[in-house]
């Protein structure tokens, strides 16, 4: 299962750090990334991580956001900067590079100009 946390309403230029519990057959060390979905648009990726610990991120989020894992505790996160209206989305942890079917609820960050 994956239970992400941590959206909320900020305002234009403000800060979210969201997190991701793994659990049963899901181990963040096996690669991780968030994605987002906006209203009316296709869900896209935003940051992986990858096994080796070398992040990718979208040019959506590049300069912004930082991903970052702990494996002690199957969590994984994104420390998110700068968020700018257009950031609204519902947020998404998942395997990467290739997903999982089962998406789980996702948290929503709402910025407002």
């Known amino acids: 299962q994956l239970q992400a946390s941590g959206g909320g309403s900020v305002q234009a230029g403000g800060s979210l750090r969201l997190s991701c519990a793994a659990s049963?057959?899901?181990?963040?060390?096996?690669?991780m990334g968030w994605y987002r979905q906006a209203p009316g648009k296709r869900r896209e990726p935003v940051a992986g991580l990858w096994r080796t610990d070398d992040p990718t991120y979208a040019d959506l989020a590049k300069g912004r956001f930082i991903i970052s894992r702990d494996n002690a505790k199957n969590m994984v996160y994104l420390e998110m900067t700068s968020l700018k209206p257009e950031d609204t989305a519902l947020h998404y942890c998942?395997?990467?590079?290739?997903?999982?079917?089962?998406w789980g609820q996702g948290t929503l960050v709402t910025v407002s100009s």
């Open positions: 998942n395997q990467y590079p290739v997903p999982y079917a089962d």
């Open positions: 049963g057959n899901i181990f963040v060390r096996n690669g």
